[in-house]
Structure formats: structure tokens, C-alpha cells
């Protein structure tokens, strides 16, 4: 068996090693061409890798990856199972076509002397979130948050050549970001303190021994409200709706598909495969914490997406009512109802990474923040960006045949698993809700006429061609979701097995 | 820790100042809208958890883990400062990119105190801020 696998078994290290390698060449090379060819290719072989991963890990194969080879209690360890290959093919190809469309965004939006270390900075966080998601070491989990985050604070801030607010955007980011990873790491030491361990398996293993119930409960606590932040769950989703709405539109798109994604998954690693152990204190905070605040995060999400005119913004808070969602079916904890989180990240990523790429197109050919008012007309100006961007929101809202309706349908089943009526009805409340923001767009994009002043608008191959693809998985994930779902299953599967 | 250890303060000294520490540099950055003074109080709030792991691998009486031959040695957890000694990396990378970004504040609206600047944004119109010194920005 090793030596059939022994090359499959470096494929973990290859997906964090070649980004964070590719990241200063990309910063030194004087041609924005080139650097953004080697971010192509950087996140290209992501893409390879990504999917040899989930080809070993769908027999049910459990890959780690020793760095350094020094063997787990000792070394840092990077595990792929089923779960996280899913996770990490996801933001992968999202990551990939963001790039694709980042070509013509960046260097509209970017100043010229910039642009390399934009791609700089676009490595490092694909790199950081890949490492992230993979990790098996509670505190090497901290430093990828770290590196993630700051690269993502950089591309935020460079924002700032068409809307200063980047910068505000950006500092806020940091700030509570770095307060966030500083309670996952005051977490990580109580249970260290009274484990002697990092490494999740082993804390899995030796925290049902632990004695003391209290500091085992305080380190939870802590670990999650930190993981939390990142992960954007209402009420700490503060930072988000700026940073998406000020970064470029690339960046939007690449955050937005991907970042809080890996965030969660660590979240469903905590809960799941740390604490799989002492399931009353997991449960305890899933059903009186996670539940309630996806709750609350879907609603309130939902309606200030429907009174906000910004259209970036509005995307940014419908994303915290996604997250809800998401959340919502991990909260769950049913097999069922991961499996429905699960469909949902992979989905999600889709949606919102389809409508960032649009706003983007349609600010750059408008040329000034895209406000519901700059939508008049534009479904007749751009019509080609205008549908994928229909059809986005279409798969955003759950209209059968689309992935949306494949994850709302996935939810709602997993909830009437465990009879829970209420959560359903909540969800196709405020399911219900979303179609008032996005009728507003899509009544002024068609059926309002064009300002008139308003010049040629040309619509740029670059920009839609990566834009359709990711429209068209939308409807492909909507007419053929047996892939995905079973995908999703397994991920669901191990993540439940796992630890316990 | 022993087993008579009636003083809650003088035994755990090291943590009741990691508790202080945490709380301040946490209020310093809920509280004040100088965006200087939030990274101070970032910094703080790292350093403290800093000390609570340094604290948490600390034995008693223990020294540093080199093998010397001397048996029945007592050693210090070596990992945890091993772990901070990362943490005080990326920590620094905090606060260096935190500064950065507040440099380019201060030259895309000429202040930085949070509440002014979130004034400034309510009048999206104004030419980028040129007006360091002629307004009341050192009031505070």
C-alpha cells in the first residue's frame, strides 16, 4: 500500500507548499502578466491536487501528511478524509476561476506597481485557507488562520484605489480577527493544560478522561467563540459586509466564495472531532448557542440585505444569512443535517462567488459602486452578465433546478429527520424573504428603462466567460446533484465517525 | 502545585496578571476610537495570553529540559514556549500590517480616530482629506 500511495501521500504538502512558494516569485516578477499566469498556475495545481485528494479519500482512505516526518503526537500532522477533501476541491476550483476573472478586475481596480503583490498576497491566502482546513494540529490550525487572515486583511486594503473606506474595512478586519484567533488560542491552551496534547485525534481521545469538566467547557467555549468570528455567525459578523463590500471585486469574489468556508469547516472539526468525546457539552452549545444565532443570523441577515441599496453590501449580508444556513445544518449534528451543511458550503461558494463576479463586471463597465439605482436598465446594456447573474440569484433564493434548491431541499429534509417544524418553517420563511431583495434588483435590471445618459457599455469575454462557468455549475449541481450529495454524505460521515 | 496552597493570590500571582492584562488590553480595544491605541490594546491582550501559556509550562523549581545526566531532573514544559515564541511572530505581524494600514488612513482622510472618520464617510463628497492639522483631530 505505501508504495502505491507513497506520492499520493505528499499531496497535502503540495497544496499548502506551492501557493506560499509561488507568492514571492509573484511579488518580485515586474510583469503583471506574468504574475498573474503564475497565480493561474499556482491555483491550477491546487485544482489538481484537490481532485486526486477526493479521488483517494471517496473509497473512504484516510490520507495524513507528517510535516517534517516526525509521527503524530510530536510532529504536526495534516489529515484528509472525505470531509476535507470536499471542502478543500471547493474553494479550490472557486479560487481557480477567481482567478480566471481577477485578470481584467485587478488591473482596473489595482495600481500598476501593485498588482504583483496583490497576486502576492492572493497566494498566501489560498495557501493559509488550504493549510487551515487541513491541519490536524490545534495550534498550527492558529498560524494558517493568521497567515489567511493577514493575507486577506492586505487584499482587502487594496481596496482603497477605488473606495478609501477599504482601509477602514481592512483595519476592522484585523482587529477582531486577531481578537478572534486570540480566544481560539486562549482555548487551545486550557485544553492543553489538562491534556498535554494538540493534536485532534489525540485531544479526541484523552478529553472524555479529563477530570475537570469546568476547564474543558471554558476551553470549548473559547475555541468556538474565536472560530466563530471567523466564520462570520451573527452576532459577530460585524467585519464582514464592509470588508466584501470595499475589497475589489476579485477579492470580493475569492473571500466571499471561499474564506469563511474553511472557517466553518474548523468549526465542524472542533465540535465534531475535537469534543466528539463529551457530547453534552457539545450538544449544549449547539442547541443553545449555534442553533439560535444561525437563527437570528439568517433574519437579520436577510433583512438588511432587503433594505440595503449597495448591491456589494447586500450581497454580504445575504452571505451572513447563508452562513446561518449552513451552520443551521451543522447545528444539527444529525448525518443528515452536515451532509445539508456541507451541500450548502460547496453550493454557497457557487452562488456567491457566480454574483461578486458579476457586480464586479457590472462596476467595471459602469464604472462607479454599483447601487440598486446603477442596476437601471443594465439586464438590456449587459445582458449577458445580467443572466448569469439571474441565474445566480435564482440558485441564491432555491428555485428548482438550481444548487440552491438542492441544499434548501437537503435542510428541510434533515430537519423533518428530527422533527423539528419550527426550523423548517423559519427556513422557507425567510427563503421567502430573500426573493424581496432580489426582485428589487432584477425588476430595475429589466424592467425599469435605461438611464439614458448612461454610454456604450461593452461587455469584456474575460470578465463573463469565468462568471458563466460558475453560472452553468449552478444549474449543472441543480439538474445533476448525485455527485455532490453523495460527496457531501461522505464528508458528513467521516466528520461524525472521526474521534468518536 | 502544592497541596497547601491557601493563598489564592500569592500562589497564582502569574495568572491574576494575566487576567488583568487580558481585560485591559480587551477594553483598550472595544473603548478607544484612537486606531493607535487599539493595536496597543491588541497587543496587550496577545501578550497576556503570551504569559498564560509561559505560566501553564512553568514547573516548579523546574529547569530548562537540556539533559545533564543528573537524574530525578525536574524540567519546564519546553512546548508551550515553543508555541508562543510562533505567537509572538504572527503577533508582531499584527501589529506591523495594523500600523501599516494606519499610516494609509491617516493620509486617505487625515485622522485617526474612529469616530471621525466615520463622519467622514457619511459625506462620501469630500475631496480626500488634506486637513491633519487644521481641524480638531488632537482634541482628544
Excluded at chain 1, 223 to 244: C, D, N, Q, S
Aim: overall charge neutral; hydrophobic content about 60%.
Amino acid at each position: 500500500m505505501m508504495g502505491i500511495y507513497s506520492i499520493f501521500n505528499n499531496l497535502p504538502a503540495l497544496l499548502v507548499v506551492v501557493p506560499l512558494l509561488l507568492a514571492p516569485i509573484a511579488a518580485l516578477l515586474p510583469v503583471r502578466r506574468l504574475a498573474w499566469l503564475l497565480t493561474l498556475v499556482g491555483t491550477g495545481i491546487s485544482v489538481v491536487v484537490a481532485i486526486l485528494l477526493a479521488g483517494i479519500t471517496a473509497t473512504g482512505l484516510r490520507i495524513t501528511y507528517f510535516l517534517g516526518n516526525w509521527p503524530p503526537p510530536w510532529g504536526i500532522e495534516f489529515v484528509v478524509d472525505q470531509a476535507t477533501s470536499l471542502t478543500i476541491l471547493v474553494m479550490s476550483v472557486l479560487a481557480f476561476f477567481a482567478t480566471l476573472f481577477a485578470y481584467r478586475a485587478i488591473e482596473r481596480e489595482i495600481a500598476e506597481k501593485d498588482i504583483g503583490k496583490a497576486y502576492a498576497a492572493w497566494l498566501l491566502a489560498c495557501g493559509g485557507l488550504y493549510g487551515l482546513v487541513m491541519t490536524a494540529d490545534a495550534f498550527n490550525l492558529f498560524v494558517f488562520l493568521e497567515i489567511s487572515a493577514l493575507a486577506s486583511v492586505i487584499l482587502i486594503a487594496l481596496g482603497a484605489g477605488t473606495d478609501r473606506r477599504a482601509l477602514i474595512a481592512a483595519y476592522n478586519y484585523l482587529v477582531i480577527g486577531a481578537v478572534g484567533a486570540t480566544f481560539y488560542v486562549i482555548g487551545v491552551g486550557f485544553i492543553y493544560a489538562v491534556t498535554g496534547t494538540l493534536n485532534m485525534s489525540d485531544l479526541a481521545a484523552r478529553i472524555p478522561d479529563v477530570q475537570s469538566d469546568s476547564i474543558i467547557f471554558v476551553g470549548f467555549g473559547f475555541m468556538v467563540a474565536g472560530i466563530l468570528v471567523k466564520a462570520a455567525v451573527f452576532p459577530v459578523h460585524i467585519w464582514l459586509p464592509a470588508a466584501y463590500s470595499y475589497a475589489p471585486s476579485a477579492v470580493s469574489a475569492l473571500l466571499a466564495a471561499i474564506a469563511t468556508k474553511a472557517s466553518i469547516y474548523v468549526l465542524a472539526r472542533i465540535i465534531f472531532t475535537i469534543f466528539a468525546g463529551v457530547p453534552d457539552v457539545t450538544a449544549l452549545a449547539l442547541e443553545w448557542v449555534l442553533i439560535p444565532l444561525s437563527l437570528a443570523g439568517i433574519f437579520v441577515g436577510t433583512i438588511m440585505a432587503i433594505y440595503e441599496a449597495d448591491l456589494k453590501k447586500m450581497l454580504a449580508f445575504s452571505s451572513i444569512a447563508q452562513i446561518g444556513y449552513i451552520t443551521l445544518g451543522l447545528g444539527l449534528a444529525t448525518q443528515a443535517g452536515i451532509a445539508a451543511g456541507f451541500i450548502h458550503i460547496a453550493n454557497h461558494a457557487l452562488i456567491k462567488g457566480g454574483m461578486f463576479m458579476a457586480v464586479g463586471a457590472i462596476f467595471l463597465a459602469v464604472g462607479s459602486r454599483v447601487g440598486v439605482e446603477t442596476m437601471r436598465g443594465i439586464g438590456r446594456k449587459m445582458p449577458i452578465t445580467s443572466l448569469a447573474f439571474l441565474i445566480c440569484g435564482l440558485s441564491l433564493i432555491g428555485l428548482p433546478l438550481t444548487a440552491g434548491f438542492i441544499s434548501k431541499l437537503y435542510l428541510v429534509r434533515a430537519m423533518l429527520e428530527v422533527d423539528s417544524y419550527v426550523l423548517v418553517g423559519m427556513v422557507l420563511v425567510s427563503s421567502a424573504l430573500s426573493v424581496a431583495y432580489l426582485w428589487k434588483i432584477v425588476e430595475v435590471m429589466w424592467v425599469h428603462p435605461a438611464a439614458v445618459d448612461k454610454l456604450e457599455i461593452k461587455e469584456q469575454p474575460a470578465l463573463y466567460i469565468p462568471l458563466w462557468i460558475i453560472a452553468l455549475a449552478n444549474i449543472w449541481l441543480g439538474v445533476a446533484p448525485s455527485g455532490l450529495v453523495s460527496a457531501a454524505n461522505g464528508a458528513a460521515g467521516a466528520l461524525l465517525g472521526s474521534g468518536g | 502545585m502544592p497541596e497547601t496552597s491557601p493563598s489564592l493570590l500569592t500562589d497564582n500571582w502569574n495568572y491574576l496578571v494575566v487576567i488583568v492584562l487580558m481585560m485591559a488590553g480587551l477594553f483598550i480595544v472595544i473603548s478607544r476610537y484612537n486606531l493607535v491605541k487599539k493595536l496597543v490594546g491588541l497587543s496587550i491582550f496577545q501578550t497576556s495570553v503570551f504569559l498564560f501559556y509561559i505560566s501553564v509550562g512553568k514547573m516548579e523549581n523546574g529547569t530548562a529540559p537540556i539533559i545533564t545526566g543528573v537524574t530525578d531532573t525536574l524540567y519546564s514544559n519546553p512546548l508551550p514556549h515553543v508555541l508562543i515564541l510562533t505567537a509572538i511572530v504572527v503577533g508582531v505581524a499584527t501589529t506591523a500590517l495594523g500600523l501599516a494600514l494606519v499610516l494609509r488612513i491617516h493620509a486617505a482622510f487625515g485622522s485617526i480616530e474612529e469616530d471621525e472618520i466615520l463622519a467622514m464617510k457619511a459625506n462620501d463628497a469630500m475631496p480626500r482629506a488634506r486637513r491633519a492639522h487644521d481641524d480638531v483631530g488632537d482634541a482628544r
